[in-house]
C-alpha cells in the first residue's frame, strides 16, 4: 500500500518559473513532512520540512504548502535555477513507539532549463 | 567532518553470489536504516535498527541480511534469495527523537 503519492514523476521548468510538485497521504496519523532533495550518483539530503500545526513554511525560495483536511502538502520552489535540477522526494512519519519510520512518496525528476 | 560513509560506490555480482555493502557513521546517532532505490519507485526500506545487537524487517527485507554489533557499523549483505539486486542502496541514520535522516551517498549493485 502506497500511503504517500507524489507528482507528477518528472517536471520541466525554464529558469526563473516556479516549480510545483504535489503529494498525498493517506495516514491521518502522520505528523511530520519532509522534502528531500537528491542529485545524481548522491544519497537524498533534507532540505525543508513541516509539521501539521503549520499551513505553510518558507526557507528562501523553498516553500512547503500544507492542506491537513485535504491530506495534501506542495513543494514550491520560486525563480527556479538549474542548480535546482534534481530528484525531490517528499515523505511522512509519525511518532510511535518504534521511532520516526519515514514513508517516501515515487519522487519527481526535476530538471530547469537555462 | 561528522557523516555516513558507504563502500563499496560501485559493486559488480554475478548470480548466485552473496555481497555486503558497508555502512559506517560517526554521527553518534542511534537509529540506522537501509533502503533500496529503483527508478519511478522512490527508496523502499529493506532494514532498520534502533539500538546495538537489534533490528527490524522493512518492508523489502525479503532476500537481504543485516547486523549491528557497533552502534557506528550497520551493514548490508544481499544474498543470493534476492531475485533482483540489482539497485542503488542508500544507508541512513538518525537520532531517536526526530525524523531526519542523515543519507551516505549510495552503493550501486549490478548483478551481471
Known amino acids: 500500500q502506497q500511503q504517500v503519492k507524489q507528482s507528477p514523476q518528472s517536471l520541466i521548468v525554464q529558469k526563473g518559473g516556479i516549480s510545483i510538485i504535489n503529494c498525498a497521504y493517506e495516514?491521518?496519523?502522520?505528523?511530520?513532512f519532509p522534502w528531500y532533495q537528491q542529485f545524481p550518483g548522491k544519497g537524498p539530503a533534507l532540505l525543508i520540512a513541516?509539521?501539521?500545526?503549520?499551513s505553510e513554511k518558507k526557507e528562501g525560495r523553498f516553500t512547503i504548502s500544507f492542506n491537513k483536511s485535504a491530506k495534501q502538502f506542495s513543494l514550491h520552489i520560486m525563480d527556479s535555477q538549474p542548480g535546482d535540477s534534481a530528484t525531490y522526494f517528499c515523505?511522512?512519519?509519525?511518532?510511535?513507539?518504534?521511532?520516526?519510520?519515514?514513508?517516501f512518496g515515487g519522487g519527481t525528476r526535476l530538471m530547469v532549463k537555462p | 567532518d561528522g557523516g555516513i560513509t558507504q563502500s563499496p560506490k560501485y559493486l559488480f555480482r554475478k548470480e548466485g553470489q552473496n555481497v555486503t555493502l558497508s555502512c559506517e557513521q560517526n554521527?553518534?546517532?542511534?537509529?540506522m536504516y537501509w533502503y533500496r532505490q529503483d527508478p519511478g519507485q522512490g527508496l523502499r526500506l529493506i532494514y532498520y535498527?534502533?539500538?546495538?545487537?537489534?533490528?527490524q524487517k522493512g518492508d523489502i527485507a525479503e532476500g537481504y541480511s543485516v547486523s549491528r554489533e557497533k552502534k557506528e557499523s550497520f551493514p548490508l549483505t544481499v544474498t543470493s534469495a534476492q531475485k533482483n539486486p540489482t539497485a542503488f542502496y542508500l544507508c541512513?541514520?538518525?537520532?531517536?527523537?526526530?525524523?531526519?535522516?542523515?543519507f551516505g551517498e549510495g552503493s550501486r549493485l549490478t548483478v551481471l
Open positions: 495516514n491521518t496519523a502522520f505528523d511530520y
Open positions: 535498527s534502533q539500538i546495538v545487537n537489534d533490528f
Open positions: 513541516i509539521r501539521p500545526d503549520v
Open positions: 541512513a541514520s538518525s537520532r531517536l527523537t526526530t525524523g531526519e535522516l542523515f
Open positions: 515523505a511522512a512519519s509519525m511518532e510511535n513507539n518504534a521511532g520516526n519510520m519515514l514513508t
Open positions: 554521527l553518534n546517532h542511534d537509529a
